[in-house]
């Protein structure tokens, strides 16, 4: 969704108009693929925790909902600026990590050792 699109578009230049957009794309969607990819990978080899009691909130969202949001949002007569399209019930982490390991096949997240950034809890085991 990010671009940087001019207002108005020249189409003598469109590949020079559309070339930072085209880049924010690629590269941006690049950047989640490789961030999702090393979560996973991390997940599966035990590395990735759950951070104190697990009690922080992810938001997910389902694409129909993205693709419903962003037209209300454009017709919007206040609509300004950027916009954040969030699930309106987000996830605990002790929640949603666990199952992400059991789909993956991967070993239940421990909990954060002691000393680790967001570790609330000095009694925390690391996963082996």
């Known amino acids: 969704m990010l671009t940087a699109i001019p207002d108005p578009v020249d189409p003598r230049h469109l ?28 997940l599966r080899a035990g590395r990735l925790p759950l951070i104190g009691d697990g009690a922080s909130l992810f938001s997910f969202i389902h694409a129909h909902d993205v693709a419903t949001a962003i037209p209300a949002a454009v017709e919007h007569p206040t609509a300004r600026g950027a916009r954040n399209v969030v699930d309106d019930q987000p996830t605990l982490v002790h929640d949603w990590l666990p199952e992400l390991a059991e789909v993956l096949g991967a070993p239940t997240p421990g909990t954060s050792r002691p000393g680790w950034p967001g570790c609330s809890s000095a009694a925390g085991a690391w996963p082996t």
């Open 15 to 42: 590949a020079r108009d559309m070339a930072l957009t085209n880049r924010l794309r690629t590269q941006g969607t690049a950047n989640l693929l490789a961030a999702g990819g090393g979560l996973t990978r991390r």
